[in-house]
């Protein structure tokens, strides 16, 4: 009976070495061994692997999508056997992340190298999108989600509150006007998200009173980037996540509207701005609750962003 742990050891490492010798060399063992081992997972899967040649090996296409199955079981299998034999090791493998778009850019790829630092043993995958992903069909690990949850039996860790700002540049509000109540931004230019039929009402509240805004302005887009942009260059107000807009803010780029009122979660906030309330959720299959990486992972965006998160601080 074939080895499998055996046969994805010699199979990603011949890949990670792009030769049997130096892979064989590695392992202890001799190529011809190496190659019998390989032979017979391919054998195993009814399809071949590896392209080989006397110059070189490269993977086909289900050799690709293999290996990276392949690396994610081993790691798995290293973590398991650490949990079980007290967990001395640091966090090791390969961890595949799901985020948002803008918030990855802007709050997330600034911390990778201090995370890889810290945890040299861990290797990266990053998925940036702003469409929910389905965990177990794309191999996600742990998923950033913004804005409210679904039901589900994932696991759901909050990393930040969501809240959303209405704002302007001080360039805007020299030449119109500071509105002093919600149903002033009806007689304002407001940049809107577009999605659907929706994004035309704001919504704000203070105190159980809540006000319904109808909105419109000279730009319409599907991109919460673009419309911070479009309010830094003086086209009108946007009512945006703090996490997008708060370093504005506290730059004097942007001023905020409305002090005392709050916006309503529900109110849409632009691509990977999540429309609906909740928060900033990291969210993990069950079956990685325990897992050393994802809660590396976890660990370190909630100690980094802080509590109130540092873009709520002077926003």
């Known amino acids: 009976m074939m080895d499998f742990f055996a046969a994805l050891t010699a199979f990603t490492t011949v890949v990670e070495r792009g030769a049997f010798a130096r892979a064989a060399r590695e392992l202890g063992q001799s190529t011809s061994s190496l190659t019998r081992q390989v032979d017979a997972l391919e054998e195993r899967l009814g399809t071949v692997l ?22 994610r079981i081993l790691a798995d299998l ?35 190298p201090d995370f890889l630092r ?6 990266l995958e990053l998925m940036l ?13 742990v998923a950033i989600r913004i804005g409210a949850l679904d039901a589900s039996s994932l696991v759901a860790r909050k990393l930040a509150p969501l809240r959303r700002i209405a704002c302007a540049s001080p360039a805007y509000l020299a030449a119109r006007g500071l509105p002093e109540e919600p149903a002033d931004l009806a007689r304002h230019d ?15 509240g203070r105190d159980g009173d809540e006000r319904i805004v109808p909105v419109s302005g000279p730009v319409r887009a599907n991109n919460s980037m673009l419309l911070r942009d479009a309010a830094l260059a003086g086209m009108g107000v946007i009512l945006m996540p703090s996490w997008l807009v708060g370093a504005d803010i506290e730059a004097g780029r942007l001023t905020p509207l409305l002090p005392g009122w709050t916006a309503d979660p529900g109110a849409g906030s632009g691509s990977g701005g999540g429309a609906g309330g909740g928060g900033i959720h990291a969210l993990y299959l069950p079956s990685r609750k325990g897992s050393r990486t994802v809660r590396a992972f976890v660990d370190f965006l909630l100690a980094r962003f802080g509590s109130p998160p540092h873009w709520d601080r002077s926003a």
């Open 50 to 71: 590896l392209n080989r040649s006397t110059r070189r090996l490269t993977l086909t296409d289900a050799g690709a999508a293999y290996h990276e199955q392949a690396l």
């Open 78 to 112: 290293e973590e398991a056997n650490r949990g079980v034999a007290g967990g001395d090791g640091p966090p090791a493998g390969t961890l595949r992340v799901s985020l948002p778009v803008a918030f990855a850019q802007m709050h997330v790829s600034p911390l990778l």
């Open 118 to 123: 810290d945890h040299p043993a861990i290797r």
């Open 129 to 141: 999108t702003d469409e929910p992903v389905d965990l177990v069909g794309q191999r996600v690990d």
């Open 190 to 204: 407001c940049c809107c998200f577009a999605y659907g039929h929706g994004g035309r009402v704001w919504r704000f």
